[in-house]
């Protein structure tokens, strides 16, 4: 999974931002890719998921969803990290595209996501934001956290707020 992961995020932006004015407006394009959270808790974790989604490229209504995440656990006891599996999903949801400033097209969505690995339960919602690559929207890349003023999401471990980060990364199938 990580040589796959890699790839996507070695080339979702090929091709630079894709020009608002030439976006493929009357179609629905499905992304397969990665999401990854990091929940800064006690323990520590940093969790990767495949994802796939669809963006209505006139709306930008989003469908999709992240299962299965996988990832390194810090754990205090032992002072090692631990490779956990997590039941549950993030849903991903709404959605906006637009023009940026300079011409290029902005996306966000929403997600919303509750994952367990039978030690620890974490939580994620909220907005992530980014952009559309290459000539014929490729590529996507949204990010969001809970840290500084710009913060648009909330996450959890076992019910106490914590700061985290999210992030997606996609290939047009």
Same mark, same amino acid.
């Given at each position: 999974?990580? #040589?796959? &992961?890699?790839?996507?995020?070695?080339?979702?932006? =090929? $091709?630079?931002?894709?020009? /608002?004015?030439?976006?493929? #407006? +009357?179609?629905? !394009?499905?992304?397969?890719? /990665?999401?990854?959270? +990091?929940?800064? @808790? %006690?323990?520590?974790?940093?969790? %990767?998921?495949?994802?796939?989604?669809? !963006?209505?490229?006139?709306?930008?209504? %989003?469908?999709?969803?992240?299962?299965? &995440?996988?990832?390194?656990?810090?754990?205090?006891?032992? *002072?090692?990290?631990?490779?956990?599996?997590?039941? $549950?999903? !993030?849903?991903?949801? *709404?959605?906006?595209? &637009? #023009?940026?400033? @300079?011409?290029?097209?902005?996306?966000?969505?929403?997600? =919303?996501?509750?994952?367990?690995?039978?030690?620890? #339960?974490?939580?994620?919602?909220?907005?992530?934001?980014?952009?559309?690559?290459?000539?014929? +929207?490729?590529? !996507?890349?949204?990010?969001?956290?809970? /840290?500084? %003023?710009?913060?648009?999401?909330?996450?959890?471990?076992?019910?106490?707020?914590?700061?985290?980060?999210?992030?997606?990364?996609?290939?047009?199938?």
């Amino acid at each position: 999974m990580r #040589a796959e &992961f890699d790839g996507v995020k070695d080339n979702y932006s =090929n $091709g630079g931002f894709t020009p /608002f004015a030439d976006l493929p #407006a +009357a179609t629905t !394009v499905t992304y397969a890719g /990665f999401m990854e959270l +990091a929940f800064t @808790s %006690t323990p520590n974790a940093n969790i %990767t998921s495949q994802s796939t989604m669809s !963006v209505d490229m006139q709306t930008g209504a %989003t469908t999709g969803m992240a299962s299965e &995440f996988m990832g390194w656990v810090s754990n205090p006891e032992t *002072g090692l990290e631990d490779l956990a599996r997590y039941e $549950g999903d !993030v849903v991903m949801s *709404g959605g906006n595209i &637009f #023009a940026g400033g @300079s011409g290029q097209t902005q996306y966000n969505m929403q997600i =919303n996501g509750a994952l367990d690995n039978g030690e620890q #339960a974490f939580t994620v919602d909220g907005q992530l934001d980014g952009f559309i690559f290459g000539p014929a +929207a490729d590529g !996507v890349y949204v990010q969001g956290s809970d /840290f500084g %003023t710009n913060s648009n999401l909330d996450f959890t471990a076992d019910g106490q707020g914590v700061f985290g980060t999210a992030a997606l990364w996609g290939l047009k199938e």
